[in-house]
């Protein structure tokens, strides 16, 4: 059986929200987001160490007011980054030695058991697996002068989610390149892609939104009220 680590990501500050508090602090039914992820994550049986990548200026605060608080098991805290992606490699080089990494967002808390379990499962068939689900929207390339000048098929469209779940050994080989070459990426299956890996996408699911811009807000309440 792999030994399985995640590296859940809180080391962002949460700007769209434009809210004073980070993002992954804010309340939904009395209780902060990263608390209804941490608690998705302690819960799955496939998962064997939990890393938590934190703002350093707000590591203390979690202890005390998160993790202490309701009594939430997190094995290995690590300081953020600049950008996702330094966060990403903070926390990759906590899970060394471990066989199957995912890598979520904090700001997604509402994941389900089932596609943790199925990402550890293509990512042990696949080596690179992330969930995603087909737009809800009519997607449109533009051009510089914001005319359209494409409509992708729809059906052939992904929006990617997370937890992305790779080898260990891909994915950190993929970070190592795309910092020593200074690339930037916005998810991790992006860095794979650049090295001329695959990634099988399985089905993800609508409820699995990250939390973003203020309105977010209001399903993840229904949805923490549905729990
Ligand atoms: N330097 C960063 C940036 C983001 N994240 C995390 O990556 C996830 C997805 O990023 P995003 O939703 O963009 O969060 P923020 O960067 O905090 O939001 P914004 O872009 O609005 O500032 C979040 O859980 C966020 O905390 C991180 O760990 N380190
Ligand atoms: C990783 C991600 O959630 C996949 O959809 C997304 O790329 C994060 O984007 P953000 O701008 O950092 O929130």
Known sequence: MSKTAVIILAG????????DKSKQFIEVK?????????????ENKDIDKIILVLPEDEVAYCRENVLEKYELRVDTIVTGGAER?????????????????????GARPFVSDRIIEEGVKYAEEYGAAAPGVMPKDTIKVK????FSVS?????????VQTPQCFKYDIIKDCHDKIRENHIKVTDDTMAIENYGNKVYLFDGEYTNLKITTPEDLVMAEYLADSL
């Open 85 to 105: 992606q330094d966060s990403v490699y903070n926390g990759l080089k906590a899970a060394e030695g471990y066989d199957i990494v995912l890598i979520h967002d």
């Open 151 to 159: 409509t992708p098929d729809r059906s052939s469209l992904v929006a």
């Open 12 to 19: 962002g500050r949460g700007t769209r929200m434009q809210s």
């Open 30 to 42: 009395g209780r902060p987001i990263i608390y209804y992820t941490l608690k998705r994550f302690e």
């Open 143 to 146: 051009n510089d002068e914001n």
